[in-house]
């Protein structure tokens, strides 16, 4: 699978600039994919394990269906290498499979660690972005001609998301680099706040979610749309999915990779 990240250059891999410019990227990916799931209603139903029978399924018939919709997806996608780039983490780690394509070398750009909050991000997505994002939609009564659709457009959101989130890896080994003296220093305290206060740019976070309030006005709306026609997307929900998810998951996998800058020496 392509990488977002320069891989064939490092240094460039870790420009703290060249990162930023991949997250902005990656607003637009993940606001096209919202506004694909906010079209159709929340359906509830397939968020519930159980909910729906999976037939021909044993072993994974406990998940919901967008579960399982997400799994088999990670199962396939495991095989043609998405996992191998250091921009992608499963939410399924036990559904990784062997590869089907030759292992690809990437350069060791960051270094060893197991920062994964999809668990985390899956949770937080289920049940407080969705529901916000499909407001007015809740009240529409479920459609179960588009379960799959709907579970189709989940996987694009919370793919996109985690890899948005996950760039915090790239964002701390940047920092890092710029101040080595000072985080070893923070790192070796184990003072996660500390970490925390010299990763944060408010200037820059206040900056992200104008942009974002822009983009979502902008996409959310067709040219020959009256004024004041319905938008595809819920404005305010989009900047709080950022504001209260989106980045302070991006610092948390800022902090927890930092906390384990010093520990390994292997590169990943
Ligand atoms: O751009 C950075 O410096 C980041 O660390 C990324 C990010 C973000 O998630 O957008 C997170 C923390 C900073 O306070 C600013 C922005």
Same mark, same amino acid.
């Given at each position: 699978?392509?990488?977002?990240?320069?891989?064939?250059?490092?240094?460039?891999?870790?420009?703290?600039?060249?990162?930023?410019?991949?997250?902005?990227?990656?607003?637009?990916?993940?606001?096209?994919?919202?506004?694909?799931?906010?079209?159709?209603?929340?359906?509830?139903?397939?968020?519930?394990?159980?909910?729906?029978?999976?037939?021909?399924?044993?072993?994974?018939?406990?998940?919901?269906?967008?579960?399982?919709?997400?799994?088999?997806?990670?199962?396939?996608?495991?095989?043609?290498?998405?996992?191998?780039?250091?921009? /992608?983490?499963?939410?399924?780690? =036990? %559904?990784?499979?062997?590869?089907?394509?030759? #292992?690809? +070398?990437?350069?060791?750009? $960051?270094?060893?660690?197991?920062?994964?909050?999809?668990?985390?991000?899956?949770?937080?997505?289920?049940?407080?972005?969705?529901?916000?994002?499909?407001?007015?939609?809740?009240?529409?009564?479920?459609?179960?001609?588009?379960?799959?659709?709907?579970?189709?457009?989940?996987?694009?959101?919370?793919?996109?998301?985690?890899?948005?989130?996950?760039?915090?890896?790239?964002?701390?080994?940047?920092?890092?680099?710029?101040?080595?003296?000072?985080?070893?220093?923070?790192?070796?305290? /184990?003072?996660?706040?500390?970490? =925390? %206060?010299?990763?944060?740019?408010?200037?820059? #976070?206040? +900056?992200?979610?104008?942009? $974002?309030?822009?983009?979502?006005?902008?996409?959310?709306?067709?040219?020959?749309?009256?004024?004041?026609?319905?938008?595809?997307?819920?404005?305010?929900?989009?900047?709080?999915?950022?504001?209260?998810?989106?980045?302070?998951?991006?610092?948390?996998?800022?902090?927890?990779?930092?906390?384990?800058?010093?520990?390994?020496?292997?590169?990943?």
């Amino acid at each position: 699978m392509d990488s977002t990240i320069d891989i064939s250059d490092p240094a460039r891999a870790l420009s703290l600039p060249h990162i930023r410019y991949q997250l902005i990227r990656l607003e637009d990916t993940v606001l096209f994919h919202l506004i694909e799931r906010a079209q159709f209603p929340l359906n509830p139903t397939i968020y519930t394990p159980g909910a729906i029978t999976i037939a021909h399924s044993s072993s994974t018939s406990a998940l919901s269906f967008m579960d399982w919709v997400l799994r088999s997806q990670e199962e396939l996608q495991s095989k043609i290498r998405r996992y191998q780039s250091p921009d /992608e983490h499963p939410f399924f780690p =036990d %559904a990784m499979q062997p590869l089907v394509l030759p #292992e690809l +070398k990437y350069p060791r750009i $960051l270094w060893g660690n197991d920062v994964n909050v999809n668990a985390e991000l899956k949770q937080r997505y289920v049940e407080h972005i969705l529901p916000a994002v499909c407001k007015g939609k809740k009240e529409r009564p479920e459609a179960q001609e588009n379960y799959g659709s709907s579970a189709t457009a989940d996987v694009a959101c919370l793919q996109s998301l985690s890899r948005r989130i996950h760039f915090g890896k790239f964002v701390a080994e940047s920092k890092f680099l710029a101040e080595p003296e000072r985080f070893a220093e923070l790192i070796k305290k /184990e003072d996660r706040e500390g970490i =925390d %206060a010299a990763i944060t740019n408010a200037k820059v #976070e206040q +900056k992200v979610l104008e942009r $974002l309030r822009v983009k979502a006005e902008m996409y959310g709306v067709d040219s020959g749309m009256d004024a004041d026609a319905p938008r595809k997307i819920d404005v305010e929900a989009v900047v709080a999915m950022y504001r209260d998810h989106v980045i302070p998951l991006t610092k948390v996998v800022e902090v927890e990779y930092l906390m384990q800058r010093l520990k390994g020496t292997e590169w990943e």
